[in-house]
Antibody, heavy 118, light 110 residues
Framework: EVQLVESGGGLVQPGGSLRLSCAASGFTFTNYWMNWVRQAPGKALEWVANIKQDLSEKNYVDSVKGRFTISRDNARNSVYLQMNSLRAEDTAVYYC???????????WGQGTLVTVSS | QSALTQPRSVSGSPGQSVTISCTGTSSDVGGYNHVSWYQQHPGKAPKFLIYDVNKRPSGVPDRFYGSKSGNTASLTISGLQAEDEADYYCCSYAGRSTFVFGIGTEVTVL
């Protein structure tokens, strides 16, 4: 059974940093691109970033470029999102999701809430 | 990277059909046959429903049907059931391994 478990969310002040983690199990991690998708309270889903299996390619939505960094550790079956210079508009539930052979975001974690507020 | 346009809400009675549209541009929906759809119940993670415009992952009922014409994709739910009441999001590949989601549609079963 595929499992994605996010952690690392919490309350942080504007301008602060946070590192999210996503532990994967139940599938061959190195066969999948990994993504982060966020959802602000009461709002739509927004793709944030992704990373290729061999770490050779990383992509970001314009609003987080230069502030967020996605990484992965294939030995630990984990993907991370380092978030710096956080803003109130980054407040959201952050999901990690796979990009499998069937299509993007075929499996999702339960999400972790990030709140940026003073 | 502008969000795809969806109707805010649609509704139907049990057994009826509803269709949700998803309008983008030639840089996303119109440029690729990589439109996917997700169902999200309140407080839950999204569920993968449709990929590559009209393909269903294993386990998704054939009541869910996807299509596309030009810059607009559509999801049709036939034989509407109470459990179909949820938010639905379209998503399109937008080139260079990036994606854009729609604004979401709330489906209400009357």
């Amino acid at each position: 059974e595929v499992q994605l478990v996010e952690s690392g969310g919490g309350l942080v002040q504007p301008g602060g940093s946070l590192r999210l983690s996503c532990a994967a199990s139940g599938f061959t991690f190195t066969n999948y691109w990994m993504n982060w998708v966020r959802q602000a309270p009461g709002k739509a889903l927004e793709w944030v970033a992704n990373i290729k299996q061999d770490l050779s390619e990383k992509n970001y939505v314009d609003s987080v470029k230069g502030r967020f960094t996605i990484s992965r550790d294939n030995a630990r079956n984990s993907v991370y999102l380092q978030m710096n210079s956080l803003r109130a508009e980054d407040t959201a539930v952050y999901y990690c999701a796979t990009w499998g052979s069937d299509g993007p975001f075929d499996f999702w974690g339960q999400g972790t809430l990030v709140t940026v507020s003073s | 990277q502008s969000a795809l346009t969806q109707p805010r809400s649609v509704s139907g009675s049990p057994g009826q059909s509803v269709t949700i549209s998803c309008t983008g541009t030639s840089s996303d929906v119109g440029g690729y046959n990589h439109v996917s759809w997700y169902q999200q119940h309140p407080g839950k993670a999204p569920k993968f429903l449709i990929y590559d415009v009209n393909k269903r992952p294993s386990g998704v009922p054939d009541r869910f049907y996807g299509s596309k014409s030009g810059n607009t994709a559509s999801l049709t739910i036939s034989g509407l059931q109470a459990e179909d009441e949820a938010d639905y999001y379209c998503c399109s590949y937008a080139g260079r391994s990036t994606f854009v989601f729609g604004i979401g549609t709330e489906v209400t079963v009357l």
